[in-house]
């Protein structure tokens, strides 16, 4: 049997939507934008909701709206994606790297304390594999140090904190329509939402060169606009994320049950969180002869992340992080996306096992 690690979705409505936006003649700028956003910002109980051309440019555009540049720091995690860290360095900024909370793999609010300094402007919580982080201790601290909070969701659309979505957690938050994304626009895409209204405005203008009207420019911005055809295609994979993440959530559960005392360690979900489980990741010390065993049984798994924000080329920094450091060599991530049958889980958590056997290990 085989089984792939994400799979995209598309279905005859999508195509449907494409091309009536092929068919009009407006390929930016248009009503199937606004619609996307008027719906984001309704699915983050945000006021505001400006789309952008991928994750990346959401992050590096809210950077950019804050005012953030050379002479600055901004804390992050490591254990990410590059592209939580990437654009603050690309202004100019310092990065202060910052290990993770050993449970959720999200960045620990103690680590933000200790590597706060009065050069701060801003830290960027990443909601890692759709476990939300725990923002209350990052806002105060944020409040305290009078610095701006950029949550990257990126990989968290429609989890929760306290009942409260992801993307209205701080002052501005970014996501992304990656195609392996909860959800996608089938290509690049990415969203920025907030409660500010001269921060809306601001990164709405930095998205479209700066402009005011047409040949007049305020601000220096980039083009980094989201296309009609894929704010199409945005709107109709939102209808369904609702019910995605569910299917995501009911997968989690029977390969946790499955998984439990295998001698693997499963995720976790704090009481205060609704995880989306954008990936499901599970830590062993055999991870790379598990991938290995599972790949020869016809099961893709991935590695998020293999090398650690702090030890890549372009961002090498001699910071020692304990838990970030540990754990790049013993997470491994299962299959999973809403479209996995049952049967795959049962298939897949018992050759997880079967290998956990075969080397007698039980953690
Ligand atoms: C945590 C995180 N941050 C940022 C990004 C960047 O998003 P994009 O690939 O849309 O530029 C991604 C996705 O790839 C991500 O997973």
Redesign the pocket.
């Known amino acids: 049997m085989n089984v792939g690690l994400s799979k995209m979705y598309m279905d005859d409505q999508i195509q449907k939507v494409v091309f009536n936006v092929l068919n009009s003649g407006r390929y930016i700028n248009g009503q199937n934008l606004k619609s996307f956003e008027e719906a984001f910002a309704d699915l983050c109980s945000t006021k505001y909701a400006v789309g952008v051309s991928?994750?990346?440019?959401?992050?590096l555009l809210s950077l950019m709206a804050l005012g953030i540049g050379e002479g600055d720091e901004v804390i992050v995690p490591s254990h990410?994606?590059?592209?939580?860290a990437s654009p603050a360095r690309f202004l100019g900024a310092t990065l202060v790297y910052a290990d993770i909370d050993p449970e959720t793999y999200t960045i620990a609010p103690a680590e933000v304390q200790r590597k706060i300094t009065p050069r701060t402007k801003a830290i960027i919580p990443?909601?890692?594999y759709g476990h939300p982080c725990d923002m209350d201790p990052i806002n105060e601290l944020a409040r305290a140090h009078k610095v701006y909070v950029i949550e990257?969701a990126?990989?968290a659309h429609g989890a929760t904190y306290k009942g409260k979505k992801t993307g209205s957690l701080s002052d501005i938050a970014?996501f992304?329509?990656?195609p392996?994304?909860n959800m996608t626009v089938l290509g690049?895409?990415?969203m920025i939402t907030t409660d500010d209204e001269k921060i809306a405005q601001k990164v709405g203008m930095l998205r479209n060169h700066g402009r005011t009207q047409k040949y007049v420019h305020d601000l220096l911005g980039l083009n980094c606009r989201l296309s009609e055809v894929h704010a199409a295609i945005g709107r109709e994979q939102l209808k369904h994320l609702t019910e995605w993440n569910e299917r995501r959530r009911a997968i989690a559960a029977q390969y946790d049950v499955l998984l439990r005392d295998s001698g693997v360690i499963i995720p976790v979900e704090r009481e205060w969180a609704k995880h989306v489980y954008?990936m499901y990741v599970i830590r062993v010390k055999q991870r790379d002869n598990l991938a290995s065993y599972l790949k020869e049984t016809g099961i893709e798994t991935g590695i998020?992340y293999p090398v650690p924000v702090h030890r890549q080329p372009c961002l090498m920094s001699d910071v020692h992080l304990p838990v970030t450091e540990k754990y790049v060599d013993e997470v491994l991530s299962l299959p999973m996306h809403p479209q996995l049958s049952d049967e795959r889980v049962d298939y897949v958590a018992s050759e997880v096992r079967n290998f956990m056997e075969d080397i007698g290990c039980r953690e």
């Open positions: 991928s994750g990346t440019s959401a992050i990410t994606f590059i592209a939580t990443v909601h890692l990257d990126c990989q970014c992304s329509f990656f392996s994304k690049d895409g990415g954008h998020h």
